[in-house]
């Protein structure tokens, strides 16, 4: 530590009174530090929480400021959970996250572990590949319809160099069947990094002696594996598929940009569906109901996740 | 023709400089038009030049690509924004646009200022000037016209081996379509024919999911074969007009065309693709809007007499083609509006629309039009006249995004995703727009 | 260290780097195509079959950054010849420019609005994190997870009150709006990293201070801060980088005046068709900060992407 001219005026200040005349109580403090936080989650995520809440009881429309607003109950809830379109963007939602998740964790771990071998410039290697999560998701979704381009992308013909398929003969955000597939491969291509990142972390905490001790006592390499490696990498990696997870379920600018919800709605993801209630049609009372609906998933689900975790990780 | 407009038009603007009230009196204002952008947009910045040096106002230029253009808009007029005091809206804002007190109503400035609705076609007047329609409301003077069209190959059309080949397989000569069957042929003839080298493919048509796409193209279809908005005699009554047995026709074809005459991947294009598309040398033909034919004219691949033009082929039922263009408002949330108004009463002027057509942008004056040399003034504009002759819009109801959505959803469904039957989304469309109705209190 | 069991053999060290490389050299082609794709002309970029050997030319840059009318020859002429380098390509395509785009203005919003949530995130986080850390402050967890939760609402669902509470004050499409809105959603993250580097000072430190007479905000600011230097700097690169690459709220909450790039570089479109090198350009530009700001972070990378639940 330096001293400054600062320091020293304290330091020849006594102490206690230096605390009554300059210093607040650590109670004081700790209120001050805190408060302005609290007030700006207040004011920008609560404040409008409550407001949704409240909206999501009413037929409210933006774009009607000459209506009146009416109460309708719980009509808006009970209109999107009998709603076919709704549960189709759910089931689509569910499609893309378990693939996403699948081949993420599969490509992630199979990574990490291979650059756990600490062959040289794996450093160097590791940041590379780290590059496409760290790009604006909006910019790699758009970009990504030009790969997937029949006649004039890159993906295509890729795929045509390794299978001798025709380039122009398929289009995989045209096709019903190939468009869930596209917007799952651009998400693993841009997210698999994130995970190997986590899974390289449990592998790192792993102490040597542990490995060392099963090799004394003739354990085969896969038995170490399955006995040693993967339970102790298990939480790292559920904590991984925990942020995929709610990152994914919340999945909108990607996607948006690289499919645009279609061909038909086969790629429209609840957000998707729920930016169309409440920007397009401006139907803000029923969105908000949405909304809503939404939260509770995302919190009901990750808070089960999370007990499911933290018994994983106690054991 | 437009060498002596031109010289006109410089004596005209001087003229109009010295009646510019704000001139006058040198309150200079800057003003802020919001429109898409493309390439009449770069016109009008051109055009706006003269405005500029009359009035001593300032111009500023918002433009929003085509797929945000709606959303982007609608949000600004909906949270009462002052960024555009000038707004070149799409059609079937104007709903809207009035009944929401987005637009300011022009009549008293127009019969003030000498302008009548008389001077427009009459299409573009209903399409984009009146609320509700049919009646003498106005919230917009009709500022660019537009309508659905087709372009097509002119140098391959002109080929003797594929005349001769078209000839002995369809019986008839390669040559512009009459009809849409026979615009079909065409497409599947050229369909991954080898032209130069290259795999070539027939038709790019509309099948954009985001906005607004589709529906602007099957619309071509399903008014030639039947299909209709609403009972002509009791609005808002849809079934058995929207889903007819010609609607469904309609929409058969345009997913036969799809199916049959279009490049692989082309399951989300609108006017940029369709373009990309054809420039390439990529297809025969193209469905697009009028306002891409002079960039056409002056493309150098395809560009100089290598294209030619046509209006959309007729169907049994009659030839229609969907209603693009835009009218200028004034945003009532603007606190510029009488500089604004001054824009609209320069624009009005005869000498500044024949202008407006010389840079690209299509006048929808009918001095312009009616001009003897206007047909031949440009490859394009006897295609132009006789589309415009013919056109039909979508709703332009207040709960337009609500209606457009729900079709661009069906349309899309059934044409590119090919779930269920023509019939089927038909018939849900009756039932998604029967419920935007009702909570409209229409129904 | 060559008898430890655990260290993988040559053959293996081997075979996992060159799998490693492999996966590394797919996964960049992308970014390479977008980078290359900038240097092509519109021509080239939309060529069918797709060129992978191409004359580089900057005219994709150069219409990122100007507005262009199609010009008739008569204006040509009258135009004179062209005076730079970059007139000269663009009239090349038979335009002249008519004025910069607005690429430079979105990028700007971007640079201020990013910087400036940074900015007061770092100050109101690590002032709540130091809180956190060292006080006994009332319902501790509940707050802290309240904190944390707020990261988990799709943007969409928390637009549309946002939305109407920016409109009603005047917030909507301002650049202080968006500052305000970045920093609360940032603001989780920021807290929970920054506590977990506090937590990693030693308290003696503090005591010494105190002790010698320091009042506790000194002690802060004298002892904590430049302490917590390195880790307050890697939670603001991602805060940064969060508020750069944005989309969601942006495409919803801006437009004219306060737009940033994301949202912004998408709908950049030239004559008619979409300009694919100029939206490559655009998509460049914007990724170099990122990929340096990567490069930076690499030690915390990953306390960062995880909330500080993992620290290496």
Known sequence: MTTSPIDRVARATPAAAARRIRGLSDRTIAWIFVAPSIFLLLAVNIFPLIWTIRLSFTDFRVNRPNNDMEWVGLRNYQRILTDDDVWQTMQATAHFLIWTILLQVLIGFFLAFLINKKFRGNDLWTTIIVFPMMLSPAVVGNFWTFLYQPQIGLFNYVVAFFTGADPAGFSMIGDVHLAPWAIVIADTWMWTPFVMLICLAGLRSIPDSIYEAAECDRASKLRQFFTITMPMVLPFLMLAVLFRGIENFKMFDLVVQLTGGGPGNTTTLTSIDLKREAFEKWRTGYSSAYAVILFVTVFGLASIYVKALNKVKDR | MNRILLAGVAGGALMAAATMPAAADGHATDLTLCWAAWDPANALIELSKDFEAASGHTMNFEFVPWPNFADRMLNELNSGG??????????????????NGHYVKLNDFFDANG????????????????????????????????VVGWTYRKDWFERPELQAEFQSTYGRPLDVPATLEELRDIATFFQGRDIDGTTVYGAAIYTERGSEGITMGVTNALYNYGFLYEDPDQPYVLDGFVNSAGAVAGLEFYKSLYDAGTPPGSSNWYMGENIDAYKSGQVALQMNFAFIWPGVEADPNVGGGKSGYFPNPAGPAGQFAQLGGQGISVVSYSDKQDAALEYIQWFAQPEIQAKWWELGGYSALKAVVEDPGFATSQPYAQTFLDSMAIVKDFWAEPAYADLLIAMQDRMHAYVIAGEGTAQEALDKLVEDWTEVFEDEGKL | MSFSV??????????????????????????????????????DAIS?????????????????????????????????????????????????????????????????????????????????????SRFRVPLKDDLLFFILSTRMMPPIAVAIPIFLMFRQIGLNDTHLGMILLYTAVNLSLSVWLLKGFIDEIPIEYEEAALIDGYTRFQAFYKVVLPQAATGIASTAIFCLIFAWNEYAFAVLLTSGTAQTAPPFIPTIIGVGGKDWPAVAAGATIFLVPVMIFTILLRKHLLRGITFGAVRK
């Open chain 2, 82 to 99: 002052q960024l555009c005091d000038l707004m070149i809206g799409d059609s079937q804002w104007i709903g809207g646009g009035a009944e």
């Open chain 2, 115 to 146: 302008i009548t609705m008389d001077d427009f076609i009459p299409a573009t007047v209903t399409g984009y000037a009146e609320w509700p329609k049919g009646t003498p409301n106005y919230y917009a003077l009709p500022a660019f016209g537009d």
């Open chain 3, 6 to 43: 655990t260290e993988p053999s040559p053959k293996t060290k081997w075979f996992a780097g060159v799998m490693v490389v492999g996966y590394a050299i797919v996964t960049l082609l992308p970014l390479i195509w977008i980078i290359a794709t900038g240097f092509k002309s519109p021509a």
């Open chain 3, 48 to 132: 069918y079959p797709p060129k992978v050997i191409f004359e580089p030319t900057l005219e994709g840059y150069v219409n990122l950054f100007t507005e262009r009318t199609r010009a008739t020859p008569e204006m040509l002429e009258a135009a004179g010849p062209p005076e730079t380098w970059y007139q000269e390509i663009v009239r090349g395509q038979d335009m002249v420019i008519s004025g910069p785009s607005r690429y430079g203005a979105r990028f700007l919003n971007s640079v201020i609005i990013g910087f400036g949530s940074t900015a007061l995130c770092m100050i109101l986080g690590t002032a709540a994190a130091y809180a956190f």
